[in-house]
């Protein structure tokens, strides 16, 4: 019987030094973490709260960066499209791309021209911040709906009105 508890002794001895040497440089993080799940401070019960909780809450921020990536991957193909559109128009029709690119920029200059240079970077820096939380909570859907709607109902004047 001492024969037998001596091996296993032995062979517990010999696991014990293969395990040390496997884990040789973690040696200072172990300390620390056995300090830890002993709560050999008063702070250290809350820090595995925290610890345990942020993990938990890494995977709903994981799946919320998904979603982030997801949205700016959608917004680079819309924005890819609408230049392929752009592109296609200046092929298939030259002058309406010429139009809409004078009135366009025209636009633009005069907007240029009547506010204030600092002023105009200020309103389209909060705009491009804004719009995230704008879309989120649908108001962009609803005022482009409504202008959709406005357009629609003069086009339904001019057709009536060339009829």
């Not at 091996?7 to 040696?27: D, I």
């Not at 960066?65 to 819309?78: A, D, G, P, Y």
Request: aromatic share 10%; hydrophobic share 45%; proline share 2%.
């Amino acid at each position: 019987m001492a024969e037998g508890d001596n091996r296993s002794t032995n062979l517990l001895a010999a696991e014990t030094a293969s395990l040390e040497e496997q884990l040789q440089g973690w040696g200072e993080v172990m300390l620390m973490a056995d300090k830890i799940l002993r709560w050999e401070r008063a702070w250290f019960p809350p820090a595995i709260m925290g610890v345990v909780s942020l993990v938990f809450l890494t995977t709903e921020q994981q799946q919320r960066f998904h979603e982030i990536c997801s949205n700016l991957v959608k917004t680079r193909r819309r924005a890819v499209g609408w230049w392929k559109r752009l592109f296609t128009l200046k092929e298939e029709k030259p002058k309406m791309y010429f139009m809409t690119m004078i009135i366009s920029l025209a636009a633009v200059a005069w907007v240029g021209q009547q506010v204030h240079n600092l002023l105009l970077t200020y309103l389209i820096v909060t705009f491009l911040l804004l719009l995230p939380g704008l879309n989120q909570h649908g108001i962009i859907s609803k005022y482009i709906g409504m202008a959709k709607r406005e357009i629609n109902k003069l086009l339904k004047q001019k057709e009536k009105k060339n009829e």
